[in-house]
């Protein structure tokens, strides 16, 4: 049986910009784009080029390699025609493969906001969707408050949407602009739209989240008829967010109620990558994934302690509503230190450390890990820093070098000129094979010039360490207030294309910040000198 | 026309602290419940007296004024009668109004988690039921993994729950243990039971949030005929989470989808306590309130964009979907670089602020901070930076005091006895009245040091900061990487109950949070002169 496509669009970049708290820059946009372009999504819309210089730059090329790029824009205004209007010159301008207009579709909202008269605004509907089509891009319309506005004025509603359909969109998007609906009306609400002429093989919903349930009326809407589906990574969006796509793609995929009849781009490898997506758009929003989110947070599968515990030791999968691995997630059991510790044991063998399950040394690393993470360090995002705590505890690593002591000074005065000038300076002393070497360094700020004098002169190490590239640095402060404590993770790469992170925990954020790019120097060293044993073994 | 009642029961003690990261005290339970009691919900469930210190402990005293106070536990074992279980003895003797008895409904798990056969589970329901009766208590039963039960065997899974209703439960509950189940699934296998039986108004439903839909799941067992609803604050519970209560409750106040045939216990006056109990209940799990959280989140009535913003001016209702005051929540049209004029003049109103939509300084305002957003500040959560730049530009604010310069110094170095030592210091030179103050102090950390030196001698002023607060304190690298530029919020407070934010934005970060502490400084010296000068006009 062909099972029907339901289109997968998404958002983020430009519904997703409304969240209070997200500005994307340029560079934001065009890394998220390139995420969710490689995840396979069917749309990608950017922003609004013409409204802002972020908007409009990023609409300076075409930034998908298959996903369709989207600009979205005003119809032509009342009393211009196409060709006149600078508005909608711009988007079609824009690089983009397909434009997606805004609409109003309720009444009230075409007399108060756009003040013309509704036949005016079904011309410019029409008219603008003719442009676009003539300029050789896919015309969708976003009909706003379409199901508020129905309620209003059912017919002037979807006259709308029937004029964007005839006028040539390929997608006609029904939105809950004020996000209120309830399933039940969307399902009701679209079965009309569809009687009324427009088929459901236009038609795409647009949901939010204003009554915790935009997923469900994304759903309500494809029982309905719509085929597709507008939404947003981890849900962001203004006010309570859009429709979660990260929550509706793998419903679409897995459950029975929508996998008979449908199917997305994202077939079962892409699913796979779905936990991975999420955070890494998490990391990139510099914010702490949301561990209850469906299906991708820490604790979606996750049990504690309980009277389901040793049934789902029997047998998980009569505990859980889809295999964790599916969604790239993985199946925590918080039942007892042996748990515990046999997740201990698996995350040292990823890792390629050997341990055994009686080590008392395997103790003592599980109570070290225990109460770092209780002051503070997150191991999870870690990997570099959990490693090298894990092979100094149970194995050896050499101590390449120490430390006597690091000063770092910023300070702000004025110049000879009168101008505010800014300088940071850093002095870092170290020791290697009894040798004592200081470095001095000035910085963009006290971390630079903390690892600029830092890295300046390691001795026999230094051309070792010299692809080492400081890739990405971020604080956060925990538990607020005047006795904050700070934790700085770092990214850092080489030449070989390996990356790691590193933590650093401490009350003070240079040292947290030391503590970090030390860790990365080490764990530099360390995987140098494993890699040449295997090559020196082969 | 007589509406019927929707009972709201909450299990936020019970499979809430299935949380992982909640674990609640006994005194933790005592406020949760009286916060909930004070609320108005109909049944608070505390735990599971027996299963462990707190909750025998808790359940030592009946906890509730007017709710129903719900003990919960499993039914008796097979193979031993009512009156020779002590597990079901311990839940007799709490001190409870009413039992919820846990059943399995599904018969693969009364196989393997219980071990005895399908009709020595139903004895056991019926059983405990008939004791809980017996000993004066209201009986309910929790049909655990009803809905997956129901798909394996609808036989066996009716025949649970009618066997707790005939038994004399007043309510069977349905549970969707895993969480998986689909809404349209839970309306027809609800409507099944009914029509097998069981009457709508002794059915309950349990839903968790695993695809993002217990709060849709919840309201499509009400509108196939339950008239129970089990929940939790704020969503709080295992894996992905409970239904939420706090989303359920004004959905179904101020939907006309519920409120014309259904009512609850909370009515107009107690939801208006909705927004406030949400947070007491975050603020008692030291935790930050999710902003999107819907109705009740910081976010949940704000606007950022132009082009909603001048409409939402012209007629809020048409872009709320409930007046925000009905939940205890407020309207908030922020700031941005995408906020139009009428954005800006709105913002300055509420801030008391008048100025006519065609002052030039009005555009330059908005250039200023389009500009500087664009650079990485973030005005839209820091309201007292904003109100400064503004009256700044607007009109004027006096030069309190000016500063000539900092200087700040992190030391890492070994102490006498060969620990590790960090020391931080700071040295701040400002000029007051052309007097040069100097002062120096160390901190717990290079902005806290800079922080006490700052506010160490302030000339004149040193009397009226006294009461300054620095509350909270937040870092941000935007774009990453080592050209990083660092954005510090600082949350201020003083003893007039007065909060305010400021930003900071530099690639120094010692920089970024000077300038954050120097506006939380200048507005609080801005306050004091308005509050004065209202006092002296009274």
């Known amino acids: 049986m062909t099972r029907e496509k339901i289109y997968l669009f998404d958002t983020t970049l430009r519904d997703g910009q409304q969240t209070p708290g997200i500005d994307f820059s340029v560079e934001d946009k065009i890394a998220i784009a390139s995420m969710l372009d490689e995840f396979g999504l069917d749309y990608i819309e950017g922003g609004y080029p013409g409204a802002n210089p972020t908007d409009t730059a990023f609409f300076s090329e075409k930034r998908t390699q298959s996903a369709s790029f989207v600009a979205f824009g005003m119809t032509k205004r009342a009393g211009v025609s196409a060709s006149n209007d600078p508005g909608l010159a711009t988007l079609l301008q824009a690089k983009s493969d397909a434009i997606c207009f805004v609409a109003k579709a309720w009444d009230y909202h075409v007399r108060v906001a756009l003040g013309c008269s509704n036949e005016e605004n079904l011309e410019c509907i029409a008219e603008s969707v003719k442009a676009a089509v003539a300029a050789g891009k896919e015309a969708m319309v976003d009909c706003e408050h379409f199901f508020d506005g129905y309620k209003a004025n059912p017919a002037y509603a979807v006259a709308c ?39 459901g093989t236009a038609l795409g919903i647009h949901a939010h989240n204003d009554t915790g349930q935009a997923v469900a009326n994304s759903l309500a809407a494809v029982d309905a008829g719509v085929r597709q589906i507008q939404g947003t990574l981890n849900g962001i969006g203004e006010r309570c967010g859009n429709a979660n ?11 029975d109620s929508y996998n008979v009849r449908f199917e ?217 207030g005047t006795e904050a404590i700070t934790r700085v993770l770092v990214e850092s790469n080489d030449s070989h294309g390996v990356r790691w992170w590193t933590v650093g925990v401490s009350e003070n954020i240079i040292d947290a910040s030391f503590q970090a790019l030390m860790d990365s120097v080490v764990y530099k060293l360390m995987k140098n000198r494993q890699m040449a044993g295997k090559i020196a073994a082969e």
């Open 264 to 480: 997305t781009a994202i077939d079962a490898a892409r699913l796979e990558g779905l936990t991975g997506l999420a955070h890494a758009f998490d990391e990139l929003l510099n914010r702490s994934p949301d561990h209850q989110a469906p299906y991708v947070g820490a604790s979606a599968f996750a049990t504690k302690a309980g009277i389901h515990a040793s049934a789902l030791l029997k047998d998980p999968r009569t505990y859980e509503h889809v295999p964790p691995e599916t969604v790239g997630n993985f199946r925590k059991v918080m039942v007892s230190d042996q748990g515990g510790k046999a997740n201990f044991i698996n995350a040292l063998k990823r890792r390629g450390i050997e341990v055994a399950k009686d080590d008392p040394k395997l103790d003592m690393l599980i109570s070290i890990v225990k109460e770092r993470e209780s002051s503070g360090y997150a191991y999870e995002g870690a990997d570099a820093s959990f490693e090298l705590l894990a092979r100094r505890t149970l194995g050896t690593i050499p101590e390449f070098f120490s430390i006597d002591g690091f000063r770092v000074m910023v300070e702000r005065r004025f110049d000879s000129h009168g101008r505010v000038k800014i300088v940071s300076e850093a002095v870092v002393k170290m020791i290697i094979d009894g040798h004592t070497i200081m470095s001095v360094a000035e910085g963009d700020g006290p971390v630079n010039a903390l690892d600029l004098a830092l890295r300046k002169d390691f001795g026999k190490y230094q051309e070792e360490i010299a692809d080492l590239v400081l890739a990405d640095f971020k604080v956060r402060i925990l538990n607020g």
């Open 161 to 199: 949407a029937r004029t964007a359909y005839e006028a040539g969109a390929r997608w006609v998007v029904l939105c809950d602009t004020n996000g209120g609906t309830q399933p039940s009306e969307i399902r009701a609400i679209v079965e009309a739209v569809i009687a009324d002429g427009v088929p």
């Open 245 to 255: 796509l990260v929550t509706l793609i793998p419903t679409l995929a897995l459950k």
